[in-house]
């Protein structure tokens, strides 16, 4: 790991922690069951190919990713096994699904029907629509879904559902996860008793995983997520105690000069922050192109030297302020963690998104590529 790698901004994996996370998941699951990690959106930020790089090792075959050109990125990098793709790619670009050997999604009706016409043998996988209303074929048109089976270019080898309300603890969310599941396992039975075989089935993702005692039945792949970078969408208290996961992501940025303000003075953008005493301020090189929000402008925290200080004024694109009054001997070219730990303290991903009022997903995928990632 050369200076330039660590030089403005970048992420750090610990590949520790995520061989951990994987097989404490897969633990989770019954024997026949195996993981299909969703490396989409850059592996939630954290990098796609070293990601698959690292579950490779661990023997793991079946992934899933949101596009085409996600998939065609892992096969460039070696990536083997199945590689699925959850969304729409538009019949114009079906020569990629071949070159390299993707497995698409049918996400309706029409759509299975163009695949059908593509003229070249394809490997698929159905979508169920059980619930979500999103994408599949309504679970109800019986006859759509077993026309699938007869266009002869398709090679279906999955069917699939997913569920909406895994992440509630709710009855009503649990209830409505139930008859998801009734849905979906009464379209498996009603192929099987048509003799159509031969497919995979697969229906949680990562709370269907940790939310799973809801479930009845058994699955040949699981869709793993935001839990296998050993991060909750939201924080939960009783989540974290059943389960032993740990983070893979650190954010870090070096501090580019500081300064000291008078009592009164204002700083950044529209100086959006005034001083009420004399304090002094760190410019640090991370900012909203990077993929930090800027509703953390005034609200949101790094940690320097082991101890937790402000962002003050707005989020720049490129740049932040931090008030670093209280960090004794702070001085340019110090590290700025704002997802990770520093000493005894330790911002989480959760943290931050409970911050910025959304969720962890959505912080750890916008993470931007100009940022370097590097494994620890």
């Not at 199945?82 to 538009?90: A, H, K, N, P, S």
């Not at 974290?240 to 740990?246: A, C, F, M, S, T």
């Not at 916008?366 to 990632?373: I, P, V, Y």
Request: with cysteine; net charge positive.
């Amino acid at each position: 790991m050369n200076g330039n790698e660590k030089g403005r901004a970048w992420i750090e994996l610990n590949t520790r922690h995520l061989h951990h996370n994987a097989k404490q998941l897969q633990k989770l699951l019954p024997d026949r069951c195996s993981l299909m990690p969703a490396v989409k959106a850059d592996a939630y930020g954290h990098g796609a190919v070293p990601v698959a790089e690292e579950l490779q090792k661990l023997g793991i075959r079946n992934y899933c990713v949101a596009s085409a050109p996600e998939g065609a990125e892992l096969r460039q990098a070696g990536i083997r096994g199945q590689i699925l793709i959850l969304g729409y790619t538009d019949p114009a670009d079906f020569d990629l699904l071949r070159e390299f050997n993707l497995t698409q999604t049918i996400v309706d009706e029409n759509y299975g029907k163009a695949l059908g016409s593509y003229g070249r043998k394809l490997p698929v996988h159905v979508g169920i629509d059980t619930g979500m209303h999103r994408l599949g074929v309504p679970f109800s048109h019986t006859d759509s879904i077993k026309t699938m089976w007869d266009y002869k270019n398709l090679r279906i080898t999955g069917l699939y559902s997913h569920l909406c309300t895994s992440d509630g603890l709710t009855s009503e969310d649990r209830s409505y996860v139930r008859l998801q599941e009734k849905r979906f396992q009464d379209t498996v039975k009603m192929l099987r008793a048509e003799g159509r075989n031969g497919f995979s089935t697969h229906l949680q993702g990562s709370y269907g995983i940790l939310n799973g005692d809801v479930l009845t039945g058994s699955y040949d792949l699981a869709r793993v997520g935001i839990a296998l970078y050993g991060v909750l969408s939201e924080p939960s208290e009783e989540l974290e105690q059943r389960y032993d996961l740990k983070p893979v992501l650190s954010l870090k940025a070096r501090i580019a000069c500081v300064r000291e303000l008078e009592a009164g003075e204002g700083a950044g953008y529209g100086l959006a922050w005034h001083t009420d005493s004399r304090r002094k301020i760190a410019a640090v090189t991370l900012g909203y192109a990077d993929g930090y929000p800027r509703t953390l402008s005034n609200r949101g925290h790094a940690l320097v030297r082991g101890i937790r200080v402000p962002v003050v004024g707005r989020v720049c694109m490129d740049q932040l302020l931090l008030d670093v009054t209280q960090v004794p001997d702070v001085r340019s070219g110090d590290e700025a963690v704002f997802i990770g730990r520093s000493k005894k303290l330790c911002i989480r991903a959760e943290d931050v998104a409970a911050e910025a009022g959304t969720i962890s997903n959505e912080i750890l995928s916008a993470l931007g590529k100009r940022l370097r990632r590097m494994a620890v």
